[in-house]
């Protein structure tokens, strides 16, 4: 059954009620901005009329009209920019209770810069919102009938807390579990570290990669989720009581949380009104590319890179103070020892965490957060591995002598190669085995010659020792239980060096 169309005096008659009370609240904005910008009850009326005007629009076809589209559109406009100024109101009033570690860069200036941005766009909106309204024969209430009930002077300070605390488990447990949980997820945010970086004349390449709104709402969900997670399970605890950089590291994660919120806003406009908007619908005038990609970038993104910046430095600092050091024992990697990919990972690990890890063999010791570091164990290790082979060697039957009968050296050397690989003690990396012509001790014994060509072809990496060499890393518990899941995983490569991932838990290190 095809849908009925409206008439004209239908849906005036029908949006003429339900638009009340938002062009109420605009007609009021109009004709006293400056008074009225930036309270909560304007804010909360816009956002929360302009919201329900959008849905009755879309509903109707708004949408795919001629006539109502434009009208939508600045409804749209309202509802988004209505958005940011309630976050950028919050974050005004919050600020002082974040308790905000000190960056370099004036936030509260930055702030009222972006409020003053957000109120243009409002204003401008609202002026041509009820231009459009008169067009579309739609009644404006007068602006004193509002009026009073917009302004809002806030009081100063806050009310005593006087609620007991709860107890939960230790501080050592929850302030680890917390910072780790920051820790993991401030490795996803590269993207907004690298944007951070951009210099203005590119702000726009960056968009919608890697900024795209899709990307800044799956970080802001998970900021949220932390920052629910820290409500539900330390606020109002004796844990917060015990120690005071927990209600630091909260308002870390708030601040950030709302800075991506307006990211997502400013994002959405640009991407759905800006780029992929009709040239002949866009108004440019109404919200200016060139602003609208400053608050985007040099706001939001910054901030929310800084203070991300900040509170990983104070999570590292936490996790350290609350360490439980200990010790484990891995295996060496199977392709090469210590090599760039696994001397790599575990740096990452170790950095990732910001604690003290030292990785030790025999009475040696290797600074773990530098992988050049881990990279010379592989002197000590390679060492190992010789000693080990010149006495399985010597259980093969290879005779003491110089004389080799009829075979040449090489041809002895090959067949032992083969045969050690067969029982698992070599792996041979060069297919076919290119053997040099000239020994390295031609005047030895067959025993002295076949051990230092083998030494030869596995240190230039034709073939490699098999042992079942084990290191030590000590430091902080929570760090060594990651590297004992890489080692694990191989060291994220199989016997060959190829690449293989790595579990869910470790995709920091692949970052």
């Known amino acids: 059954m095809p849908i009925a169309e409206l008439t004209d005096v239908q849906i005036t008659d029908f949006l003429s009620r339900h638009a009340e009370r938002l062009l109420g609240a605009v007609q009021c904005l109009s004709e006293d901005g400056a008074r009225l910008l930036f309270t909560r009850p304007l804010m909360g009326e816009l956002l929360g009329e302009s919201t329900k005007m959008q849905e009755i629009l879309d509903a109707y076809g708004a949408r795919n009209n001629g006539q109502w589209f434009r009208f939508r559109l600045l409804i749209g ?31 509260v200036e930055a702030t009222e810069s972006a409020q003053s941005f957000v109120g243009g766009v409002l204003l401008r909106a609202s002026n041509r919102l009820l231009s459009e309204a008169d067009a ?11 009026e009073k009930s917009f302004f809002d002077k806030s009081p100063e300070g806050r009310l005593p807390g006087d609620r007991p605390s709860r107890q939960i488990e230790t501080v050592a447990e929850t ?4 910072s780790t949980a920051f820790l993991n997820l401030a490795s996803e945010c590269s993207m907004v570290h690298v944007a951070r970086r951009a210099r203005p004349e590119d702000y726009a390449k960056y968009i919608p990669s890697p900024v795209s709104e899709q990307s800044l ?22 844990t917060e009581d015990m120690d005071p950089d ?34 002949d619908v866009f108004d440019e005038t109404l919200v200016d590319n060139d602003s609208l990609l400053h608050m985007l970038m040099d706001y939001s993104i910054k901030f929310a890179s800084l203070y991300i910046t900040q509170a990983r430095e104070l999570c590292q600092s936490m996790l350290k103070r609350y360490a439980r050091i200990g010790e484990i024992l891995v295996p060496v ?53 010789r000693k080990w082979l010149s006495s399985k ?4 039957p290879v005779r003491n002598g110089t004389s080799t009968g009829d075979l040449s050296i090489n041809t002895i050397l090959r067949r032992l190669v083969l045969q050690m690989a067969e029982q698992g003690l070599l792996v041979i990396y060069e297919q ?17 010659q076949v051990t230092s060509e083998l030494a030869r072809l596995q240190a230039t990496g034709r073939v490699d020792i098999r042992t079942d060499l084990n290191v030590t890393f000590l430091g902080d518990t929570r760090v060594l239980s990651d590297i004992q899941l890489l080692a694990e995983c191989g060291y994220g490569e199989d016997s060959y060096g190829n690449n293989v991932s790595l579990p869910a838990e470790l995709a920091y290190a692949r970052r």
């Open 333 to 385: 990697p199977r392709y090469r020892g210590f090599h760039v990919r696994p001397s790599t990972l575990v740096a990452k690990i170790v950095l990732h965490y910001g604690s003290e890890v030292r990785m030790k063999i025999d009475d040696d010791f290797y600074d773990a957060t530098m992988p050049m570091d881990i990279f010379r164990a592989n002197e000590k290790i390679n060492a190992w591995k």
């Open 393 to 396: 060697i010597g259980q093969l």
């Open 432 to 448: 076919p085995l290119e053997l040099y012509d000239e020994p390295i001790h031609p005047d030895g014994t067959l025993l002295e």
């Open 246 to 279: 927990l209600p630091v590291l909260r308002g870390h994660i708030s601040v950030v949380f709302h800075l991506l919120e307006t990211a997502c806003e400013f994002a959405h406009y640009y991407e759905r009104h800006i780029l992929h908007s009709p040239r």
């Open 77 to 107: 406009a309202l509802k988004r920019f209505s958005n940011i100024g309630y976050i950028l109101l919050h974050v005004h009033h919050v600020l002082p209770s974040y308790r905000l570690l000190p960056i370099k860069e004036d936030f």
């Open 136 to 146: 579309m024969n739609l009644p404006i209430p007068a602006a004193e009938v509002n």
């Open 217 to 238: 709402l799956d970080l802001q969900f998970k900021f949220h989720a932390l920052q629910a997670m820290y409500d539900t399970y330390i606020q109002e605890t004796e």
């Open 175 to 178: 302030v680890t579990h917390l």
